[in-house]
């Protein structure tokens, strides 16, 4: 069954510094691999995809994502960090095996410091 | 002009109650899902209607039963609740097209549910 790992709980992170959320995943076939934020008591909100072509995903609010095959990971990264960003991400994928269910990771806090 | 609404947004009830979350899509999507956040944040798929037609069954009680009216509402009922039903339950919706792999799944607010 298709999996994701989320290695960290909480990632803190200075305002204007580089951000990184970290996924690794796991697929029988071709992996298609997404990214959510959860704000405190909302719901999640996509931030952006990866299902093919260029291995640099842009996304919404800066974000943007690094698919890389040969160590089965999609990174998460924002080059400059608001504090507006701290929030709860969660990776996700799906696979032609798993029956179009979306394996979620365990989130990662991200907490943004001033 | 919410995408995806929830109602109620806070349900507390007792245990043994038997309860319903509605959910609704104006997207015009035909893929609708619940899915359960549990207190440590981990969220899983419950169920998955398309046009109406029950597409994914994940092992769940079936205490809890969805209940698809039109392609616009998928609604989740819950027999005899009990403690562990407390968490936060999210609808969600994908647009249809040729690759259902590929589709952005897009959530509601989330209904979080205390059963005391």
């Known amino acids: 069954a298709q999996s994701v790992a989320q290695p960290e709980d909480q990632v803190n992170v200075a305002e204007g510094n580089p951000l990184t959320v970290k996924c690794t995943y796991s697929?029988?076939?071709?992996?298609?691999l997404f990214w959510y934020v959860q704000y405190p008591n909302r719901g999640l909100q996509f931030l952006l995809k990866?299902?093919?072509?260029?291995?640099l995903v842009k996304g919404s609010y800066g974000f943007e994502a690094e698919f890389n095959k040969s160590q089965t990971s999609f990174h998460l990264k924002k080059p400059s960090a608001l504090v507006s960003d701290s929030a709860l991400y969660f990776c996700a994928v799906r696979d032609w095996y798993g029956n179009n269910r979306l394996a979620f990771g365990k989130g990662n806090q991200v907490v943004v410091i001033p | 002009d919410t995408a995806v609404s929830q109602t109620p947004k806070y349900l507390v009830t007792q245990m043994g109650n038997d309860k319903s979350i509605k959910c609704e899509q104006n997207?015009?999507?035909?893929?609708m899902y619940w899915y359960k956040q549990d207190s440590k944040k981990f969220l899983k798929i419950m169920f998955s209607?398309?046009?109406?037609?029950?597409?994914i069954n994940e092992t769940v009680p079936n205490r809890f039963s969805p209940k698809s009216p039109d392609k616009a509402h998928l609604n989740l009922h819950i027999n005899s609740l009990e403690l562990g039903d407390s968490a936060v339950y999210f609808c969600?919706?994908?647009?249809?097209?040729?690759?259902?792999?590929?589709?952005?799944?897009?959530f509601g607010p989330g209904t979080r549910l205390l059963v005391l």
């Open positions: 209607y398309n046009n109406k037609e029950l597409i």
């Open positions: 969600a919706s994908s647009q249809p097209s040729g690759r259902p792999l590929q589709e952005t799944q897009y």
């Open positions: 997207l015009g999507h035909d893929t």
């Open positions: 697929v029988s076939g071709n992996p298609y």
């Open positions: 990866y299902i093919t072509g260029d291995n």
